[in-house]
Structure formats: C-alpha cells, structure tokens
Nanobody, 122 residues
Framework: QVQLVESGGGLVQAGGSLRLTCVAS?????????LGWYRQAPGSQREFVAH????????NYADSVKGRFTIAREITNNTIWLQMNSLKPEDTAVYYC??????????????WGQGTQVTVSS
C-alpha cells in the first residue's frame, strides 16, 4: 500500500524554524525517483517548494524559499526532510511530499498524503 506520511508541522513565530519529515512506502518508485516538497495555502493552488534528485546530489528551490529552506533525503529509509528557517507568515500552508517534478500517480490521478500543517504567526 502506497503511503506518504508527512510530520513535523506546527505553530511557530515569524523568524522561527521547523523541520518536516516525510516517510514514503509501498512502492520502489520512491527510492528510485527524485522527490520534492509542495505546499498549499488556503484558497491557493498547491505549489512546488523544493526538489531533490534521486541520489540526493542536486537540489533546487522555489524562489520564495531559496536560502531559507533545505531539502535532504535518506535513500535507504525512503525519508526526506525539509529544514525551514527564518519562517515568514506567507509560509503558512499544508506541506506535502511526493515524487518530483510530477506527483506519484495512483490509479487515475495523483496520490497525496495527508500533509502537515505549518502556521507562522507574525
């Protein structure tokens, strides 16, 4: 059974930090694919946040988080992290992990986990 389980979100003041964790299971594609973090703020479309290559040697970020967020992965355990520093209120969103640059397709559509809520107060 395919599962993407995100955790580590919470409420933090502007300027604070959080570390998100995602554990992927149920398909070998997670071990052999590039992975990424995405986020969706209320009333907005889900957007790309960060990408890490299959081997972990290459990363890229949305301009809005560049220099503040860092993505990393542990291939053996199918785990990826997102270290978020200098958080801003506009980072408030539900954060998801998935394959990158396109989400994992299960059946007829993309599969998404439950996400983890990040709320940044001003």
């Amino acid at each position: 059974q395919v599962q993407l389980v995100e955790s580590g979100g919470g409420l933090v003041q502007a300027g604070g930090s959080l570390r998100l964790t995602c554990v992927a299971s149920g398909s070998s594609i997670f071990r052999t694919s590039a992975l990424g973090w995405y986020r969706q703020a209320p009333g907005s479309q889900r957007e790309f946040v960060a990408h890490i290559s299959r081997g972990g040697g290459a990363t890229n970020y949305a301009d809005s988080v560049k220099g503040r967020f860092t993505i990393a992965r542990e291939i053996t355990n199918n785990t990826i992290w997102l270290q978020m520093n200098s958080l801003k209120p506009e980072d408030t969103a539900v954060y998801y992990c998935n394959t990158s640059p396109r989400p994992y397709i299960l059946g007829r559509g993309p599969y998404w986990g439950q996400g983890t809520q990040v709320t940044v107060s001003s």
